[in-house]
């Protein structure tokens, strides 16, 4: 069950950053953002009711602690995602986002066998493959893109060690929570904004517009249902597998580009992409 739901979780993912990416094109990043994240916290209320939610202290101590890197990585992805180019940003994102969890899980006494061991490092070398585009008629990112998206990959890789430390009785307690403060601090930064003269609206009207709204909604769904298939796999299994299977999620992205965008899959994206399909058929053999 962790590997079907961790697969779930980065085909959540992959589909909302895409979408995510468009909107940021045509409205601010962080307005993009503040609105999905509105929208998804209805939508975590609703899922809450079938699945329960649990306010316990520590539930809500550890929401709030999500809530602060989900403000953090979701707006500087789609920063980093509106720069471009996708097929580069997205993908560092996602390296950084599995390893930090791995690294974590593994050190605190966390047991796999040497298969899955294997399988999991198959998948980072095809996240890694996936990320590179050789050639110089490949344009690089920008710095400001390189560190929009670091600071994101470290942002999601907050979101999934607090999200694995909820406790498993308390349903979605803790994405209820993480929404609420996460949905306060994008709200705080856009008036922020507002009050020192650097936007004429809060909220620009355009992200209503419909060319523009159901791109942010959708990409508020598929980071909901990320996040609460995300949370089923940490509580079937090992962080480390969940992490480091929900770090495909750049495959999704790069191939929505690929159709919609026109970018270009070099080869070794192609094989990276090949190896994480092989990857994951063997960490199911565990």
């Known amino acids: 069950m962790t590997i079907l739901f961790g697969l779930l ?15 940021s094109k045509k409205v601010r990043p962080l307005t993009v953002t503040t609105v999905a994240f509105i929208f998804g916290l209805f939508l975590a209320l609703l899922f809450s009711i079938p699945m329960g939610a649990s306010f316990e202290p520590n539930v809500i101590q550890i929401g709030i602690f999500a809530g602060i890197c989900s403000a953090v990585a979701i707006t500087f992805l789609y920063a980093a995602l509106a720069l471009g ?3 580069i940003t997205s993908p560092l994102t996602a390296v950084l986002s599995a390893l930090v969890p791995v690294v974590l899980d593994i050190s605190t006494g966390q047991q796999l066998s040497e298969l899955a061991l294997v399988a999991l490092g198959l998948i980072l070398v095809a996240v890694v493959l996936v990320a590179f585009v050789p050639g110089s008629d490949v344009r690089l990112p920008s710095l400001r893109a390189t560190l929009f ?5 470290l942002g999601f890789a907050g ?22 403060v996460g949905i306060s601090i994008l709200l705080a930064g856009l008036l922020m904004l507002f009050f020192a003269g650097k936007s004429k609206t809060v909220i620009e009207k355009t992200v209503f517009s419909a060319g523009t709204i159901w791109l942010v909604l959708l990409a508020g769904l598929g980071d909901v249902t990320g996040n609460v298939f995300f949370i089923i796999s940490t509580r079937e299994g090992a962080l480390a597998v969940a992490a480091v299977l929900t770090s495909l999620y750049p ?7 690929r159709i919609f965008l026109k970018e270009r899959i070099a080869l070794s ?7 994480a399909i092989g990857a994951c058929a063997l960490l199911a053999l565990t």
Do not use: K, W
């Open 9 to 23: 979780s980065a085909f959540s993912y992959g589909y909302a950053d895409f979408v995510g990416a468009l909107a």
């Open 269 to 275: 994206q192609n094989f990276g992409i090949a190896l």
């Open 251 to 257: 495959v999704g992205t790069i191939l929505l580009a």
């Open 149 to 153: 998206s670091i600071v994101a990959g």
């Open 159 to 180: 979101i999934f060690i607090f999200l694995d430390l909820a406790p498993a009785d308390s349903g979605l307690g803790v994405l209820v929570v993480m929404r609420v």
């Open 85 to 87: 180019p996708i097929s």
